[in-house]
């Protein structure tokens, strides 16, 4: 595939993307009380909102990634949205709950296409250089964070991102349980994609 090929599918993924996340949050705000903060607490939300920002920066130079800090953070970008994906396709989906999507094209492009989409970018064109084995457990400290934060601010607020994440539903055991395998998926996913990016020898390339 060519350079120019590539950049224009990048930058057609964010765009769609970007447009459905401004459509979620503007017919969410019209249509019921959801808050900026509120919206942006979704996991969903956040992993499509950095997938975004790092289509675009590979759009404007394809081969950013040849710098091993920017190939762990777009690996991550690239667990964060397998992790929305396959939460959303497998069977724990009806016990994970939903982000509250009010469109259902909404809710297929950032859960099904940005997912397969990004996944299949990282497949065709991984990153030209070796990620360092400290790439497996960077990756899941911002999901183990944001579970954090939910939980902290739930209590506050009375409000749950994900239904798995409200103790009112099942208590802290239920919690802890789907939120262990959530991050286990996520872990899984990092295993795997690490592994895709150095199966072969590093490349070297200029931006």
Request: hydrophobic share 55%; charged share 10%; aromatic share 12%.
């Amino acid at each position: 595939m060519s350079r120019t090929v590539l950049r224009s599918l990048r930058l057609a993924l964010a765009s769609l993307l970007a447009v459905a996340l401004v459509a979620q949050l503007a017919i969410g705000m019209s249509r019921s009380a959801l808050t900026v903060v509120g919206f942006f607490s979704s996991f969903t939300v956040l992993s499509n909102a950095l997938a975004v920002v790092l289509l675009i920066m590979l759009a404007a130079r394809p081969h950013r990634d040849a710098s091993p800090r920017f190939a762990v953070f777009r690996g991550a970008i690239t667990v964060y949205m397998g992790a929305t994906g396959l939460v959303y396709a497998l069977p724990i989906a009806p016990v994970a709950g939903d982000v509250g999507m009010s469109e259902p094209w909404i809710d297929w492009c950032i859960r099904v296409i940005g997912p397969i989409a990004i996944a299949l970018d990282w497949i065709a064109h991984p990153p030209p250089v070796k990620l360092p084995g400290a790439s497996l457990w960077i990756w899941p400290l911002f999901p183990a964070a944001y579970l954090g934060y939910s939980l902290i601010r739930g209590l506050f607020v009375d409000w749950y991102p994900y239904s798995f994440l409200d103790p009112a539903r099942g208590g802290y055991g239920t919690v802890a349980m789907w939120s262990g395998i959530v991050l286990v998926v996520i872990s899984s996913l990092g295993y795997a994609y690490h592994w895709w990016a150095n199966r072969r020898p590093a490349v070297t390339t200029t931006a």
